[in-house]
């Protein structure tokens, strides 16, 4: 069986109504719409597959800080992660990751 796994870097002083788990592992399923809490600032999410991914497709990231962009995404073609962080509170973006002929949606927040 294969596997998402989801590494969250959150740094002290950061508070969440509900605790969130620093690592998570989730099934792969093209199915679900995979919920991910990112930080603002002060550290990165890293989505982690089990091999090199196709394609990243978001709407409202970039790779470098833009006015327009609400995300910070790095993404090295045929990488097995990719990582997101933040720019603006209070932000949600989709994004469309495509690997092993199928395609995988994460919504940001």
């Not at 833009?66 to 989709?94: C, H, M, W």
């Amino acid at each position: 069986m294969k596997f998402l796994l989801f590494i969250s870097v959150f740094l002290s002083g950061i508070v969440y109504a509900s605790p969130i788990p620093a690592i998570a592992q989730k099934p792969l399923d093209e199915f679900i719409v995979y919920q991910v809490p990112v930080t603002e600032s002060l550290g990165n999410t890293t989505i982690l597959f089990p091999s090199a991914i196709s394609g990243i497709f978001p709407s409202k990231a970039s790779t470098t800080p833009q006015p327009n962009a609400d995300f910070l995404i790095d993404y090295q073609a045929g990488s097995y992660y990719f990582t997101v962080r933040a720019l603006k509170p209070s932000v949600e973006d989709y994004i469309n990751v495509i690997f092993n002929k199928k395609a995988y949606v994460f919504h940001v927040f």
